[in-house]
């Protein structure tokens, strides 16, 4: 069983940053590749960007290619979400996600076994 919880959600003017933090839980999160999605009002859950169990290899949509970063650190069993630029059309719940049966991630929501509860970011024009 993984847990995973979320912070770092908030409200912010549109050009400002955030940076969304996901810890998690259990002994072999380096085993783990992981991935921010989003779902906003009214629409399905995307993903945002995803990274494999080194983090050698990242994948980002492309409405968030260079304004958004993610990282994470192994030995803290934590991912990070680095938020730059942001727009009012990046509004939306941010949900962590653990890929566990496989070193590499996926872009799919199928891909992945356990979901945190979610942060909101509001992006105020």
């Known amino acids: 069983q993984v847990q995973l919880v979320e912070s770092g959600g908030g409200l912010v003017q549109a050009g400002g940053s955030l940076r969304l933090s996901c810890a998690a839980s259990g002994r072999t999160f380096s085993r783990y590749a992981m991935g921010w999605f989003r779902q906003a009002p009214g629409k399905e859950r995307e993903v945002v960007a995803a990274?494999?169990?080194?983090?050698?290899?990242?994948y980002y949509t492309d409405s968030v290619k260079g304004r958004f970063t993610i990282s994470r650190e192994n030995a803290k069993t934590t991912v990070y979400l680095q938020m730059n630029r942001l727009k009012p059309e990046d509004t939306a719940v941010y949900y962590c996600?653990?890929?566990?049966?496989?070193?590499?991630?996926?872009?799919?929501?199928?891909?992945?076994?356990?979901w945190g509860q979610g942060t909101q970011v509001t992006v105020s024009s």
């Open positions: 990274i494999d169990w080194s983090g050698g290899e990242t």
């Open positions: 996600a653990a890929r566990t049966r496989t070193y590499y991630y996926s872009t799919l929501t199928t891909g992945y076994d356990y």
